[in-house]
């Protein structure tokens, strides 16, 4: 494309020897104004009232969480509703509803930035330490659920001396492969992007307190030529590892499910259908968190409504990929023949947990199609709701994939109904508690954005100038 062509099909835009629109930021950012804007967040000693009160919040839920645990280890998991034949009950479904929130993180870091797409420069450290933090509460489900969480490291190949080594064919020691790959890509991902922007912090850090922490982690960063040639062909090269987990790890989690013969849940869909929630609900969560902390330290000028328009965009077209997996698991259960399917669709609709279902098909379905507005996609205050059905829709999608699979298999004399107790509630509310307190904590003590590559989105324009 011509320069004059783009120009007048994008009026307002700079256009990169490339032929791409590079107004990503507000006009008039600056190398100085980035450093100024992003380092300076963890270097304050004080930090906004509602960061406090944010702070505060998630912290309580924390504790509430750390009180469930411990009374769990003490008297079991028979105080949770779980029973025969529900065995499975909140804390797989929180398990699967944590791992599809890491999804977004790795979807923006490594395949976005395989695929040039520059926007994804604001948000990425948000969705990497979102990534983090999820995977870290998932993990714990499972392990809550063993009854004996203490032996843990039963489900690690271990050279044990007696030779009892785990079941491989069981579907929770894939998990412990899949999830931990995911978490050690991601962990390395994260921190090698954060180096050279710790060593920004660290330059300008005003105690020597301040320099002496950010210049342990920054690992000697000097901004040489040499740095920045290793730094990108490390960063690359694990944008390429982490690219395949994005496919792999909620495979491997869906095939829990498809592996058994429960109706239901024996299904050739369950993979690609379990990703593309995966990154459905990853991005609702990311938008849930980048459009308050956008408010709050008043980074519009940094996160313009192109970036969330994009993400809308996104989350709408995972959305849609979304709903034709519903109604491809409807019209298979018909299709197949099975009573025993066909009863199974006919009880999540009309059965005692018809309600439940209906309100999966409202948040999932119903709601986000409002994304087809601009107006909507470009209003932070609506998308962040759309964002938040869907988040709370997606967790609805994880109940009743789970329960209403269970609570009546092929005889009905076993049938019985789930009831969550208190127990499962506090351990999912303080699961969210200890995700939003590490998040506090990240956005306290680390550049929330990456500075590094922000200022190339501020030199584009220029080199895009250049005869």
């Given at each position: 494309?011509?320069?004059?062509?783009?120009?007048?099909?994008?009026?307002d835009?700079?256009?990169?020897?490339?032929?791409?629109?590079?107004?990503l930021?507000?006009?008039?950012q600056?190398?100085?104004?980035?450093?100024r804007?992003?380092?300076?967040?963890?270097?304050?000693l004080?930090?906004p009232k509602?960061?406090?009160?944010?702070?505060i919040?998630?912290f309580l839920?924390?504790?509430?969480?750390?009180?469930?645990i411990?009374?769990?280890?003490?008297?079991?998991i028979?105080?949770?509703?779980?029973?025969?034949?529900?065995?499975?009950?909140?804390?797989?479904?929180?398990f699967?509803?944590?791992v599809?929130i890491a999804?977004?993180?790795?979807?923006?870091?490594?395949?976005?930035?395989?695929?040039?797409q520059?926007?994804?420069?604001?948000?990425?450290?948000?969705?990497?330490?979102?990534?983090?933090f999820?995977?870290?509460?998932a993990?714990?489900?499972?392990?809550?659920?063993?009854?004996?969480?203490?032996?843990?490291?039963?489900?690690?190949?271990?050279?044990?001396?007696?030779?009892?080594?785990?079941?491989?064919?069981?579907?929770l020691?894939?998990?412990v492969?899949a999830?931990?790959?995911y978490f050690t890509?991601?962990?390395?991902?994260?921190?090698?992007?954060?180096?050279?922007?710790?060593?920004?912090?660290?330059?300008?850090?005003?105690?020597?307190?301040?320099k002496?922490?950010?210049?342990i982690?920054?690992?000697?960063?000097?901004?040489?030529?040499?740095?920045?040639?290793?730094?990108?062909?490390?960063?690359?090269?694990?944008?390429?590892?982490?690219?395949?987990?994005?496919?792999?790890?909620?495979?491997?989690?869906?095939?829990?499910?498809?592996?058994?013969?429960?109706?239901?849940?024996?299904?050739?869909?369950?993979?690609?259908?379990?990703?593309?929630?995966?990154?459905?609900?990853?991005?609702?969560?990311s938008?849930?968190?980048?459009?308050?902390?956008?408010?709050?330290?008043?980074?519009?000028?940094?996160?313009?409504?192109?970036?969330?328009?994009?993400?809308?965009?996104?989350m709408?077209?995972?959305?849609?990929?979304?709903?034709?997996?519903?109604?491809?698991?409807?019209?298979?259960?018909?299709?197949s023949?099975d009573?025993?399917?066909?009863?199974?669709?006919?009880n999540?609709?009309?059965?005692?947990?018809?309600?439940?279902?209906?309100?999966?098909?409202?948040c999932?379905?119903?709601?986000?199609?409002?994304?087809?507005s601009?107006?909507?996609?470009?209003?932070?205050?609506?998308?962040?709701?759309?964002?938040?059905?869907?988040?709370?829709?997606?967790?609805?999608?994880?109940?009743?994939?789970?329960?209403?699979s269970?609570?009546?298999?092929?005889?009905?004399?076993?049938?019985?109904?789930?009831?969550?107790?208190?127990?499962?509630?506090?351990?999912?509310?303080?699961?969210?508690?200890?995700?939003?307190?590490?998040?506090f904590?990240?956005?306290?003590?680390?550049?929330?954005?990456?500075?590094?590559?922000?200022?190339?989105?501020?030199?584009?324009p220029?080199?895009a100038?250049v005869?």
């Amino acid at each position: 494309m011509k320069d004059a062509e783009a120009k007048s099909i994008i009026p307002d835009s700079k256009i990169s020897p490339l032929g791409y629109p590079t107004n990503l930021l507000e006009p008039g950012q600056t190398y100085e104004s980035v450093n100024r804007t992003i380092a300076e967040i963890p270097l304050r000693l004080s930090a906004p009232k509602s960061w406090w009160i944010g702070a505060i919040i998630a912290f309580l839920l924390l504790m509430m969480f750390l009180f469930a645990i411990a009374w769990l280890f003490i008297k079991g998991i028979g105080v949770w509703g779980v029973n025969i034949p529900v065995a499975w009950g909140f804390a797989i479904v929180n398990f699967v509803w944590w791992v599809g929130i890491a999804h977004a993180g790795t979807f923006i870091s490594a395949i976005l930035l395989l695929l040039f797409q520059h926007w994804r420069t604001a948000i990425n450290r948000f969705t990497e330490a979102m990534t983090l933090f999820a995977v870290s509460c998932a993990g714990l489900m499972p392990l809550l659920h063993l009854g004996r969480p203490w032996v843990f490291y039963w489900l690690f190949p271990y050279p044990e001396t007696m030779g009892v080594w785990p079941q491989f064919r069981s579907p929770l020691v894939w998990d412990v492969f899949a999830v931990g790959t995911y978490f050690t890509v991601s962990l390395l991902f994260w921190y090698l992007g954060l180096v050279p922007d710790l060593a920004t912090v660290r330059d300008r850090a005003p105690r020597l307190w301040q320099k002496k922490i950010y210049g342990i982690f920054a690992l000697g960063w000097r901004n040489s030529a040499a740095h920045w040639q290793r730094h990108q062909i490390a960063y690359l090269l694990l944008a390429g590892l982490a690219t395949p987990l994005v496919l792999s790890v909620h495979s491997v989690v869906s095939l829990d499910f498809a592996v058994a013969i429960v109706p239901g849940w024996h299904s050739t869909i369950f993979p690609p259908y379990f990703v593309a929630g995966a990154i459905y609900s990853g991005f609702a969560m990311s938008l849930n968190i980048i459009i308050p902390v956008r408010k709050v330290y008043h980074l519009e000028h940094l996160i313009t409504p192109r970036y969330l328009n994009n993400m809308a965009n996104i989350m709408l077209v995972n959305g849609m990929i979304v709903a034709y997996g519903y109604f491809i698991e409807a019209f298979m259960a018909y299709y197949s023949g099975d009573i025993f399917e066909r009863y199974m669709m006919f009880n999540r609709a009309f059965g005692p947990y018809g309600w439940i279902f209906w309100s999966l098909m409202l948040c999932n379905v119903l709601v986000p199609q409002t994304l087809w507005s601009a107006r909507i996609r470009r209003n932070p205050l609506t998308l962040f709701i759309v964002a938040l059905f869907i988040n709370i829709g997606m967790w609805i999608e994880r109940f009743v994939i789970v329960v209403t699979s269970l609570n009546r298999d092929f005889t009905p004399s076993a049938w019985a109904m789930f009831f969550p107790t208190r127990w499962d509630w506090m351990i999912l509310f303080g699961s969210v508690g200890l995700f939003l307190t590490l998040l506090f904590l990240f956005v306290r003590l680390v550049p929330m954005i990456s500075i590094s590559e922000t200022r190339e989105l501020v030199a584009e324009p220029q080199r895009a100038n250049v005869p």
